[in-house]
């Protein structure tokens, strides 16, 4: 079983739609929890960061943490095309395990 | 620099072959990370430096691969007798002290070992 498990999509929604990204985990020992965001050829860059149970908002983007059941989420509002991206939720303590990512299609 | 810098961007190597990846991080980065990301798939944990302590070498996949940093300088990744299935995106990422967490990753090394 991995550490951090994520369904790989790919996920096509329309313009304006709520998308749900989801992860779970297994490593109780997790403390911190992050979004990163990925374009075709390019590095991932940091989306949402997100320590211990709880929800993160910024702008349309809001990440949530349940360690009781392990679960971590992402919401994106008012989906845009340029956020076609592949999603990556990681989890850890001193260092990051990442999940396989989402490969998310937003079409006009 | 304005980010982490990764060379090459690419690399095709001949199976058998050693090769040198080198990470760049931004000055201030006390830790330091390696990941592996083939193709379509997350990102693998290899390896990651935290000051001057003991390098967290947990998820290096065999004894061909290796890396030093020293200080909080630049980095270099070895493989060596490079094999096909080490062909991959090498991700490195830096880690700023007393920062919210988030790494900053460079854009990778495209590695073929053909």
């Known amino acids: 079983q991995k550490e951090v498990e994520q369904d790989p999509g790919p996920l096509s929604v329309p313009e304006g739609a709520i998308v749900s990204l989801n992860c779970t985990y297994s490593?109780?020992?997790?403390?911190?929890f992050m979004w990163y965001r990925q374009y075709s050829r390019k590095g991932p860059e940091l989306l949402m960061y997100t320590y211990s149970s709880g929800n993160k908002e910024d702008g349309r983007f809001t990440a949530q943490v349940d360690k009781s059941s392990k679960y971590i989420s992402l919401f994106i509002r008012d989906s845009q095309p340029s956020d076609s991206a592949t999603y990556l939720c990681?989890?850890?303590?001193?260092?990051?395990?990442f999940g396989a990512g989402t490969r998310l299609a937003v079409h006009p | 620099g304005a980010g982490v810098s990764q060379s090459p961007s690419n690399k095709v190597t001949e199976k058998g072959k050693d090769v040198e990846l080198r990470c760049d991080p931004i000055s201030g980065h006390t830790a330091l990370y390696w990941y592996r990301q083939r193709l379509g798939q997350g990102l693998e944990f290899l390896i990651y430096?935290?000051?001057?302590?003991?390098?967290?070498k947990s998820g290096l996949p065999s004894d061909r691969f290796s890396a030093e940093r020293t200080g909080e300088s630049v980095s270099t990744l070895t493989i060596q007798r490079t094999q096909q299935e080490d062909s991959a995106v090498y991700l490195c990422a830096g880690l700023q002290r007393r920062a919210n967490y988030g790494y900053t990753f460079g854009s990778g090394t495209r590695l073929t070992v053909v």
């Open positions: 990681a989890g850890g303590y001193n260092k990051l395990i």
């Open positions: 430096f935290q000051g001057n302590s003991a390098p967290d």
């Open positions: 490593n109780s020992a997790f403390q911190y």
